[in-house]
C-alpha cells in the first residue's frame, strides 16, 4: 500500500463518506437519481486519493495506476502588453466601378465604317446578358493557323506566311492562354481548338459560323464569343506594351456591323461590349490595347450580343508576348461579366 500523507488520509476519509452516502443512496433511492449523485461526486473531488476512495467503493479494487498528464495546452497564445491589436480588415468590393462618359470620350473607333456611333450612350446602357448557369464564354479562332515571328523555343514548320498547324506555336495556344486565365478567374470557359482556315482557308467564316451555333445551342448560357486573330500589315511589325514590367503583344479589338450589306441585328450590342472591355483594359492595362477597328463586315457577330474579334499582337511580334498579354484579357473579360451579369 502506498503511505499517504495526513493530508491524503483526511481526504480519503472524507471522500469515502461523501461517497458511501451516494452510494447508500444508490440503494435505497431511485438509481438513475443515486447514480448522477454519485457522479457530481466524483466530478467535483478531484484529488486522486477521493478518486481511489470513490473507485474502490464502487468497483471493489484498487484505482489502476495512470502517468501523470501534462496540463492541456491554452488554445489561444495569452495576450501580454507587448502584444500589439490586429489590424480591423478592411471590407472592399472586388466588383468594377461603372463606366463613365469621360471614358467614352477617351475611345477612339477607326476602320473602314462610316457609320456614327454614340459611344457614350453605347458604353452606359447595360448588356442583355443573364447570370445562368454554364459556360460563360465561347473562345474561337476563324483563322486557326495564324502564328508570329518565330523565336528560340517557338520554331515552327510553316504552312504557309506566318502560319502553321502547329497548334502549340499558333494562336490556338493563345487561345490555351486566355482559356487558362479566364478560369483562374473563376469564369466558366469552351474553347474551341477546331482549324477552320485548313484547308480551305476562304470558307473559315463559314466553318467557323457552324462551330459557334452548334455551341450556342448546347449551351444557351454564352454571354461572349471572342474570336482571337493575330493581326497582319504588308510588314512584319512588332506591337507590344509594357505591363507590370512584361512586354505584351498589343490587342485590337474588332467590331463589325451591317454597312456591307449582310444582316447583323447585333452590331450596336456588339459595339457596346466592345467599348465595355476597352474602358476595362485602359483601367487595369493602360497601353495594352490598340484603338478599335469599326468595320463594315459582319464577321459573324450577329450570333451573339457579345460577339467580337480579337487581334492579339501582329506577324512581327513572338509568340511570348501575345501569350503574356492573355491575364490581363481575362480579367477584363471577367470584370465585365462581373458587371453585367454577376460573374
Known sequence: MRPYTYRSTVCTVWGAVVVGFAVFLRLLLAPAAAARLLDGAKQALSSRAIAEAAYFLEYGQALP??????PPAPTTEPTTEASEPEAPTEERSERPVPFTAAEAEGITLRGNCTYEADKTALLLRPMDWTGAEGPRVLIIHTHSCEAYTPSP????????DYRTLDEAASVIA???ALTAALEAQGVAVIHDRSLNDYPSYNRSYATAREKILAHLAEHPSICMVIDVH????????REIAAVDGETCAKLMLVIGTDEGGLNHPHWQDNLSCGLKLQALLNRTAPGLAKDISFRKERFNGD????SLIVEVGSTGNLLPEALASMPHLAR????LLEMECGG
Request: negative net charge; aromatic residues 4%; hydrophobic residues 40%.
Open 332 to 335: 477584363a473579360v471577367a470584370n
Open 174 to 176: 493563345v487561345g490555351d
Open 65 to 70: 495506476a495512470q502517468e501523470t498528464a501534462a
Open 230 to 237: 493575330r493581326d497582319a500589315m504588308a510588314e512584319p511589325v
Open 303 to 306: 450570333l451573339t450580343s457579345g
Open 153 to 160: 523555343g517557338h520554331e515552327y514548320a510553316p504552312s504557309g
